[in-house]
């Protein structure tokens, strides 16, 4: 299975990602993460198979999580509601996301990416 990225073209974290996996010459299959946002059952297995807390999917410096006040609400909502709400605007989930067979990592670390891509 070739990683999957989801991307937003516009972002520079997402352009900094896929110069550097052209570089390293990793095969990977791109999504645009506005158009083809992720479901909330792709964002729940996304989630369980990352290892890392909920929070860590959601783009916390996002203009959208900003106007919602999403700092505040999010302790007070549980996991399935804040799956939920990711899936309704890829807007608000953190990006670039490497979605790999080894694991699935929100955000761009090299170090990171490299071991989710090793064979």
Known sequence: MKPVILFYAKCSTCKKALKWLEEKGVDYEGRPIKEENPSASELKSWHEKSGLPLKRFFNTSGLLYKEMGLKDKLS????????????????????????????????????????????
Do not use: C, H, N
């Open 76 to 119: 007070g909502m549980s996991e399935d509601e804040q799956t939920e709400l990711l899936a309704t605007d890829g807007m608000l989930v953190k990006r670039p996301i490497l979605v790999s067979e080894k694991g699935v990592y929100p955000g761009f670390k090299e170090s990171s990416w490299e071991e989710l891509l090793s064979d």
